[in-house]
């Protein structure tokens, strides 16, 4: 193909042997991914928290946004232009330098997992060939970045949300990488774009016993990767101001706050996309590829037009469940939420990871797939993993703890209430 990076990356359904129509010119291609990454998604995340605001009011019999504009749809645009217009305050005795970096390169971090995943029928931005591991080296920004800001902060209340914030995006990174080893081991490979090809051809990955434990840790580890509900402590306002940001205003804080949302785009994305087959319907698989091929520009369109559909339709879903777990999961104490990544996620993945080889060999590997095999073979393993993972996080819990039913109250206890 010609030129270095073509506006969609190549796969083994849609690769064009020969230079084709609609790879055009390089700067042109450029431009149109810049025109998305800076003008579309931006807008997008400003009606997502529209969204959530409704969805929140909705949970909590409110009406939400509804003054500013019809429905309220220009409300996130207002609040756009407030903080655009709000002075920006930055203590005296901070790192000037670093307390403006570590917001730009939490949005720096956010936009480059956004430029790998695959949005349509190889509608990425860039395919690397370790395209995943890419993603794993990116999320290790985030972290870096906050911690930048509660230092440069010089802020006490700033650098404890910080450190509460790297201890737990380390904490979670963890089992969120061991939950993606499954996808590399059935798919072959770390491309995301390769990833999507296997799932046109062997189904979604959901759709097995380890996929879907798969599926569950990622999205709990994701869901943590970006500071929301139950898992929001490093912004918990009653108990540390509000964590990181505390001495940020105006735009420097809008950074903040759009980077939080296409943080978590991106985790939707890329859930969606290791394990939710892409733009593809169940079922079905990639029909609209081979029927319209990405050869010319009419088929390139069609092709995507539905692709690109689907994979909003799951993205929404997706986002909505994290807004849903928001507005009805309460803020896990500290303690049991490094427990949960620690000795309930970590283990979970490590014994899914055993599984999932299991239903490589019977399922994928062979000439002759035996899938009822190995559905009867790794249904029981996962259940089972789940349940031995429970009964030793509960065997090993401190006496003290409430999650323990009826603990033994200690001496000193006793004495003090006689």
């Not at 796969?11 to 431009?31: C, K």
């Not at 591991?133 to 230092?151: D, Y």
Request: positive net charge.
């Amino acid at each position: 193909m010609s030129g270095a990076f073509p506006l969609w990356a190549s796969g083994p359904l849609y690769h064009s042997p020969q230079p084709s129509a609609i790879e055009g010119v390089p700067i042109l291609r450029w431009a149109a991914w810049m025109a998305v990454f800076l003008g579309l998604f931006p807008l997008i995340m400003a009606y997502f928290v529209w969204g959530e605001r409704k969805a929140a009011a909705r949970f909590q019999d409110r009406i939400g946004p509804n003054r500013v504009g019809p429905f309220g749809l220009l409300q996130s645009i207002a609040d756009a232009v407030k903080l655009l217009t709000k002075e920006n305050i930055v203590p005296n005795s901070a790192d000037s330098l670093v307390h403006l970096m570590a917001p730009v390169l939490l949005l720096v971090s956010a936009f480059l997992l956004l430029a790998v995943i695959p949005f349509g029928a190889g509608l990425a931005a860039v395919n690397p060939p370790s395209g995943l591991l890419f993603l794993i080296a990116i999320s290790g920004l985030s972290p870096l970045s906050i911690f930048l800001a509660g230092w440069s902060s010089r802020n006490k209340f700033s650098l404890l949300g910080a450190m509460r914030a790297v201890a737990q995006l380390v904490s979670y990174e963890v089992p969120q990488v061991l939950a993606t080893v499954p996808v590399v081991l059935w798919a072959g490979s770390l491309s995301l774009v390769t990833i999507f090809d296997r799932q046109v051809d062997q189904g979604w990955f959901v759709f097995s016993p380890p996929g879907l434990l798969a599926f569950g840790i990622l999205t709990i580890a994701n869901i943590a990767e970006v500071n929301r509900a139950p898992f929001d402590l490093p912004e918990a306002e009653s108990e540390i101001v509000a964590g990181y940001h505390t001495e940020y205003s105006g735009m420097r804080f809008a950074l903040f706050f759009l980077a939080e949302y296409l943080g978590i785009f991106g985790i939707s994305c890329l859930g969606i996309a290791l394990f939710l087959g892409g733009g593809t319907l169940p079922f079905v698989g990639g029909w609209q590829i081979r029927l319209f091929g990405t050869e010319t520009w009419p088929g390139f369109l069609l092709t995507n037009l539905g692709a690109v559909s689907v994979f909003s339709v799951k993205v929404l879903a997706y986002v909505f469940v994290i807004f849903w777990i928001r507005a009805t999961v309460p803020r896990l104490r500290v303690d049991r939420l490094m427990d949960f990544a620690w000795k309930t996620l970590v283990p979970l993945a490590l014994f899914n990871i055993a599984t999932a080889a299991v239903w490589f060999e019977l399922a994928i590997r062979p000439e002759v797939p035996r899938p009822i095999l190995a559905w009867l073979i790794t249904g029981p393993m996962v259940v089972g993993s789940i349940f031995a993972v429970a009964a030793i996080h509960r065997a090993t819990a401190r006496p003290n703890d409430p999650l323990v039913p009826n603990p033994v109250p200690s001496p000193r206890l006793l004495e003090l209430r006689r």
